[in-house]
């Protein structure tokens, strides 16, 4: 079941602007994880972030998290049109076993 | 370290056929996960291998089967075809045996239901 919800569903800008996508989510948590898709390929780890973190940085990425509102955002600063991907977020409510609940994405486009 | 392969890529097969899809986890990592991703229904958790057993497992009609080798190397297997079932096929793994660990996936076995 998709615990996860992005939005945007599609974000378009141009090379060097910033993009923000956030993503809500139901339950509680023992992390939230966000990934990228490039068409046909499969999903590339981004950034890990647990319950107790509110933000975290690595390059050009900037992940913040907020358990009381169930929500989380990841900014990309300084966009390149090698960023233009799918990226969705996915938690993990550290249940016995492992699953992931993804959202559907966002569709970010970066044009030159 | 090669990372998660699966094979095969593409496949193409028709209802009613069954079908096993094939993953080698990251060296040294014990937990795979299967992972259904349609443009409708999005990215949903079929199951999860940890040492040779099942520790988890999505809400999946019974066709969907899988199981682990002693190599930590999966399979999973769909019988009965239905269209429905065409979709990407996307296997992880992870070392398993903390919490807070990222998944490593695969491309994907691309699945069309003719």
């Known amino acids: 079941s998709q615990q996860g919800e992005e939005d945007p569903q599609a974000l378009s800008i141009q090379e060097g602007e910033n993009a923000t996508m956030n993503c809500s989510y139901k339950?509680?948590?023992?992390?939230l994880q966000w990934y990228r898709q490039n068409s046909g390929r499969g999903l590339v780890h981004l950034i890990l972030i647990r319950s107790n973190e509110r933000e975290k940085h690595s390059g050009r990425l900037r992940v913040t998290l907020d358990t009381s509102k169930k929500s989380s955002s990841l900014l990309i600063t300084a966009s390149r049109a090698a960023d233009t991907a799918s990226y969705f977020c996915a938690t993990d409510a550290g249940n016995s076993g492992y699953a992931l609940n993804f959202g559907k994405g966002t569709s970010l486009l970066v044009t030159p | 370290k090669a990372g998660v392969t699966q094979t095969p890529r593409y496949l193409i097969k028709t209802r009613g056929q069954q079908v096993t899809l094939s993953c080698s986890p990251i060296s040294g990592h014990r937990s795979v996960s299967w992972y259904q991703q349609t443009p409708g229904q999005g990215l949903q958790f079929l199951f999860e291998y940890f040492s040779e057993t099942q520790r988890n497992k999505g809400n999946f009609p019974g066709r969907f089967s899988g199981r682990q080798f002693s190599n930590s190397r999966s399979e999973m297997n769909v019988s009965t075809l239905e269209l429905g079932d065409s979709a990407l096929y996307l296997c992880a793994s992870r070392p398993g045996t903390v919490g807070n660990q990222p998944q490593h996936f695969g491309d994907g076995t691309r699945l069309s239901i003719l």
């Open positions: 339950t509680s948590i023992n992390n």
